[in-house]
């Protein structure tokens, strides 16, 4: 079985995807470094040299493409949950895990949010960005892991395998 994590930037898809992908022995893809290594720039360049309308073509693209022919745990865009079809491409192919957090935690664990390449945030506060995306993330997702400021990674890691496979 496949898993997508979603989820805000900062709320750790990343390093929660690879320790899971470990723990389940499996492939890890990080759709954000798909992208940085296909179009051989910083997800913020892609961004401020071709807006991000251009990114989110992108960003969907990159995902439809996805070859998920094997066990794999894949950390997506925050922004990801923007496009119904990418969306529904990972529904169909995976189990997708809502990463949530509050959003004072996230806008601790966010750094440098202006080179983040995170979509939106030129025109919206982050807390309006976070506002925007929370009924995206609750309507594509399978399952909820809530997140606090304290969380233990083997914690969680144990937790969403019990929450997925039992």
Not at 67 to 86: F, R
Not at 94 to 116: M, T, Y
Not at 143 to 160: G, P, R, T
Request: glycine letters at 6%; one cysteine or more.
């Amino acid at each position: 079985m496949n898993i997508t994590l979603i989820g805000m930037a900062g709320v750790g898809k990343t390093l929660i995807g690879r320790a899971l992908a470990k723990a389940l022995n499996c492939d890890f893809i990080d759709s954000d470094d798909c992208i940085s290594l296909k179009e051989k720039s910083s997800l913020q360049e892609i961004v401020n040299s071709q807006g991000e309308d251009r990114f989110l073509e992108i960003e969907e693209k990159t995902i439809l493409q996805l070859e998920l022919n094997k066990q794999v745990v894949i950390a997506t865009g925050g922004s990801v949950v923007y496009s119904a079809k990418a969306m529904e491409f990972l529904k169909a192919n995976s189990k997708v895990i809502h990463l949530e957090a509050d959003f004072g935690d996230i806008s601790r664990w966010i750094s440098n949010v202006p080179n983040r390449g995170l979509i939106g945030i030129k025109e919206k506060t982050l807390k309006e960005v976070f506002k925007e995306r929370q009924p995206l993330y609750e309507k594509y997702a399978d399952y909820v892991f809530k997140l606090d400021s304290q969380y233990n990674i083997n914690s969680v890691i144990e937790e969403m395998v019990k929450l997925v496979f039992n």
